[in-house]
């Protein structure tokens, strides 16, 4: 029997069809298992330390980074200032930052261990500015504390350092939970961003995105 | 006399393999074209009808090929036009022309990626979902995408001549 070209195009919709219902209505345990894991159970003082906003804002925006990573930097420098300027300060998201170094940057976890230092003092907004801002200038030789120093007062530097100095094993597991953390969540690379709204949390593209896209898409969640 | 009039007529009777490999190859790419169509509508466990095109529109800009204004268009519309296209292909329908849109596309896609190998930008393809990273293995998957289309392609001219 030879079918008519949109006869056929007809099944073919209706196949189709059957096999989107389906996939639509199977078992809610398998859409759960095959969803982006929700954000780990952090404490709000956990939480806070590495953040900048107000914790209540409507999204959360988590950017598994590495300071020693040039694409890290490029995002930071292009978007996240920008982010921070238009969306948290205004108290529409709030910005968490979650330590992803990778072992092809030597002192990508020296410089983590500083940001959680300062993080830890209430200081994370001006670590995370002066490390990316200055990454240039400390990423070949290592020498982080000497070129980031420059940014704040000395005494306040000198607190960064006797905080990490006294606290470095509960520095160097809160950087291996972020990066456990990211290790569930499959992320390969830095930065990668997860947006939380509404409970719902979403995985953006691997390695950065536009500033102008990434508006577009804050815009829309907080219309709905 | 009538058995040899039944052979005459079978030896000039033209051979179902070319027919069956089409038939397959066609529906092999369709098939491929619906499931990237999928991905990129279905993806971190569930449908994004509504917003798919904030995604795909991210790895689409990522290759800094585009302006904005191309970049949400191109990012709205390619899905569907995916979805399209694999229904046609499979359906057979104009095929020498769903042929040759295919490997125009593909070839599109090949460059563009290619482009960005070269300038090793450390991106995402888009191909398949949008965490798929952009690497050697893409560009033989896709380049072999392209002979596919370009095989169906050629075999539904020459089908067609023959007919």
Not at chain 1, 60 to 65: D, L, P, S
Not at chain 2, 8 to 28: D, H, M, N, Y
Not at chain 2, 69 to 92: C, H, M, N, Y
Request: aromatic share 10%; charged share 20%; net charge positive.
């Amino acid at each position: 029997m030879k079918l008519h070209p949109i006869s056929r195009i007809g099944i073919l919709l209706i196949v189709a069809m059957a096999v989107v219902s389906s996939g639509s209505a199977r078992p809610k345990s398998q859409a759960s298992k095959d969803a982006a894991p929700s954000p780990a159970p952090a404490s709000s003082s956990a939480m806070s330390r590495k953040a900048i906003g107000q914790p209540g804002a409507p999204i959360t925006m988590e950017v598994f980074g590495d300071f020693q990573c040039p694409a890290c930097r490029n995002f930071f420098e292009v978007t996240v200032k920008q982010v921070i300027d238009d969306y948290v300060v205004p108290g529409k998201v709030l910005l968490v930052h979650r330590d992803f170094p990778l072992e092809m940057h030597p002192y990508a976890r020296q410089a983590a261990r500083l940001a959680n230092a300062a993080a830890e003092l209430g200081q994370f907004e001006a670590i995370e500015r002066a490390l990316y801002d200055h990454q240039d200038a400390w990423s070949t030789k290592g020498n982080i504390e000497e070129v980031v120093a420059t940014s704040f007062a000395p005494a306040q530097f000198k607190k960064f350092q006797s905080y990490e100095a006294a606290h470095i094993n509960e520095i160097n597991a809160s950087i291996e939970r972020d990066r456990m953390l990211g290790v569930q969540r499959n992320v390969n690379q830095t930065p990668t961003v997860f947006v939380t709204s509404k409970g719902k949390t979403e995985a953006l593209p691997g390695g950065g995105v536009d500033y102008k896209l990434l508006k577009q898409y804050f815009d829309y969640l907080l219309r709905q | 006399m009538a058995t040899s009039a039944i052979s005459a007529e079978t030896s000039v009777r033209p051979a179902a393999w070319p027919r069956i490999l089409l038939l397959v190859g066609r529906v092999a790419l369709g098939l491929i074209f619906l499931v990237a169509a999928y991905t990129k509508l279905h993806f971190n466990g569930g449908w994004h009808f509504g917003d798919y095109h904030f995604f795909f529109g991210m790895a689409i800009n990522s290759y800094n090929l585009l302006p904005l204004w191309g970049v949400e268009l191109l990012a709205r519309g390619l899905p569907w036009f995916e979805v399209a296209l694999g229904a046609l292909l499979i359906a057979g329908v104009g095929l020498r022309w769903t042929g040759i849109i295919a490997s125009a596309l593909l070839l599109v896609f090949i460059s563009a990626m290619t482009r960005a190998y070269i300038l090793k930008l450390e991106i995402m393809c888009g191909c398949f979902g949008n965490n798929e990273k952009l690497g050697p293995l893409t560009l033989v998957r896709d380049g072999s995408l392209l002979v596919l289309a370009l095989a169906v392609t050629i075999g539904a001219f020459l089908i067609k001549k023959r007919e």
